[in-house]
């Protein structure tokens, strides 16, 4: 694998990661992508006996992974030496478990002022919900997202966790942190940051709650401009199966999807008619239907009338668009296609760049601790007595 070596605009941060599941990981990557060098710290019981190499993951990528027993004072007083000449600490568990491992933000502040101490949570830190199970799909649920979206006369409809996790939680836990390292670079402090997937969706959302407070977008699903309600804002199934994504929007970009749809010389409902929205997008999609998907792509090609293909996660790693920005892999896609979508956004002057993951729980435990200065001996009694494993 021949990836280079990540000089992005984060080279210098140091992050540590306790480790955990969905939303942290997403975060802590794309601090990653951008060149922070991430130190995961995973527990000793998942270290495996005989550790065998594998295909890198596309959630430990970027990392270095040592692994700790964090239910031993021992353990606990590795991460805060590591604490000591680290920039940021992200952890993902609920309110208060840190606080019971020794490691809240309190302890972790005490050995490193300026620290940046990140909390992930779906619920928060406070509020009746904040020591609760949740989901992504929950998150959505209770900031009315998912009651937005779905057919009319159906039923809402689940997305893939991507608001809750991913874009409520990861990428706004990343944001938070960037801030928060900001802030320090002047004050010289740190600081705790509470990222509540809940709060990361609302705030995604939030031009739909204006929008739904000035009378512009109703409760009833399938009804408005950007939920399936607009025939010039919808997805149409073509001939074969396969489907059409059309977004004109603005009239002179509409005439043109009129015109490719050979539809310019017949009566039709006006654009914005919307009583009349169920006729027009009923005319649409009995003239896409009779053509294919790649057909319709075809006449439309070059033209502004805002008609898109819509791809499976296979067919968009072929897309000669997405290839020619080298969106999967960078300039060695035949050999790093595994890693992902490149780092985004793109700089120009210190772009991330993607990097391998570890091949096994804890294969850098000896390295971090010898970086964080303790000794062979040192590192092999507490391989000795369970503190450490990898």
């Not at 951008?34 to 710290?41: F, L």
Request: negative net charge; hydrophobic residues 40%; charged residues 20%.
């Amino acid at each position: 694998m021949t990836t280079e070596p990540n000089r992005g605009p984060l080279r210098g941060v140091r992050v540590l990661e306790l480790a955990g599941m969905g939303a942290l990981p997403f975060g802590s990557l794309k601090l990653a992508d951008m060149g922070a060098e991430v130190i995961r710290i995973d527990r000793i019981g998942e270290v495996p006996a005989e550790p065998v190499a594998g295909a890198a993951s596309a959630w430990n990528r970027g990392r270095q992974s040592i692994a700790v027993d964090l239910k031993s004072p021992e353990g606990v007083e590795i991460v805060l030496k590591l604490c000591e000449t680290a920039d940021v600490f992200c952890e993902a568990f609920r309110p208060g478990v840190t606080e019971r491992l020794g490691l809240g933000p309190d302890a972790v502040l005490a050995r490193n002022p300026a620290m940046i101490y990140g909390r992930l949570t779906g619920w928060g830190q406070s509020g009746p919900r904040s020591t609760d199970a949740g989901h992504s799909l929950n998150y959505e649920a209770l900031t009315g997202v998912i009651r937005a979206i779905g057919p009319a006369g159906g039923p809402p409809v689940p997305l893939l966790q991507v608001l809750g996790d991913f874009a409520g939680g990861g990428l706004h836990f990343a944001y938070g942190v960037v801030c928060g390292l900001l802030e320090a670079r002047t004050s010289g402090q740190g600081q705790v940051i509470d990222v509540a997937m809940i709060d990361g969706v609302m705030s995604i959302v939030s031009p739909f709650y204006a929008m739904a407070a000035s009378g512009m977008h109703s409760d009833e699903m399938g009804t408005n401009l950007f939920d399936g309600g607009a025939p010039f804002y919808n997805v149409y199934e073509c001939a074969d199966g396969a489907y059409l994504s059309v977004a004109p929007i603005e009239p002179h970009f509409y005439k043109l999807l009129i015109e490719g749809l050979g539809l310019a010389d017949q009566e039709l409902p006006a654009q914005w008619d919307q009583p009349r929205w169920p006729e027009l997008r009923g005319r649409l999609a009995e003239v896409i239907a009779t053509r294919t998907r790649d057909e319709w792509v075809e006449v439309f090609d070059g033209t502004d009338a805002c008609v898109a293909p819509v791809l499976t996660f296979t067919e968009a790693q072929g897309d000669e668009h997405n290839v020619a920005r080298e969106s999967f892999g960078g300039p060695d896609a035949a050999e790093t296609t595994g890693l992902g979508p490149a780092p985004a956004p793109r700089f120009s002057r210190t772009p991330g760049a993607p990097q391998p993951g570890y091949d096994w729980v804890g294969v850098h435990t000896d390295e971090v601790l010898a970086a964080a200065g303790y000794s062979e001996d040192s590192i092999a009694q507490l391989r000795a007595n369970n503190v450490v494993a990898g």
